[in-house]
C-alpha cells in the first residue's frame, strides 16, 4: 500500500466549497487532469510496444470519468478503447502472463501527481480570490492499494 501525506486538505475543500457546484467540478477536473499527465507520460514508457504498428502507448489518455456521487470529480487514465487489449496485458489471461504496466507508472508517480494536484488547485483558486490561509496534514492512502486518484 502506498501512503502520502497531503497538506492543507481540509482547507482545500472548504476553499472549494466557496464556489459553485459547477465551477468547482471544473476546476477539480482540470487540476485533476493535470495532475494526471505525469502518469500518463510514464505509462507510455512502460507500455509494452512493437515498432511498426500503431501501439498500446498510442491509445493513452486521460479523459472524464463517471462517479456514483455527484459530489465527487472523477477521472480516469489509460488506453482507450482502441487500446483495449492494454488490461489482458496488466492483469493476464488464462494464456499469458501478466505483464504490468500500468500500476509501476501509478506508483512511480503518485506522489508527484499529488503535488501537482495541490499546486493547480491552489493556483485556481487564487486567481478566484480565494488563498491558503494555514496548512494542515491529512493522511491520503488507497485502501488496499488501490483506486487513490
Known amino acids: 500500500m502506498i501512503t502520502v501525506r497531503f497538506e492543507g486538505g481540509q482547507e482545500l475543500l472548504k476553499a472549494l466549497d466557496t464556489l459553485s457546484a459547477r465551477v468547482s467540478r471544473t476546476v477539480q477536473r482540470e487540476a485533476l487532469k493535470a495532475a494526471a499527465e505525469p502518469m500518463r507520460k510514464r505509462m507510455a514508457t512502460l507500455a509494452p510496444y512493437e515498432p511498426g504498428k500503431p501501439d498500446l502507448r498510442d491509445t493513452l489518455a486521460i479523459s472524464n470519468a463517471r462517479a456514483d456521487d455527484d459530489k465527487i470529480v472523477s477521472i480516469k487514465v489509460g488506453p482507450t478503447r482502441h487500446g483495449f487489449y492494454g488490461s489482458f496485458l496488466e492483469f493476464g489471461t488464462a494464456e499469458i502472463a501478466p505483464r504490468p504496466w500500468m500500476r509501476p507508472a ?18 485556481a483558486l487564487a486567481s478566484r ?3 491558503r490561509t494555514a496548512t494542515s496534514e491529512v493522511p491520503v ?8 486518484l
Open 106 to 123: 501509478f506508483d512511480e508517480t503518485v506522489k508527484q501527481a499529488l503535488a501537482v494536484l495541490r499546486a493547480e488547485l491552489w493556483t
Open 129 to 131: 480570490g480565494i488563498q
Open 141 to 148: 492512502s488507497a485502501p488496499g492499494g488501490g483506486g487513490l
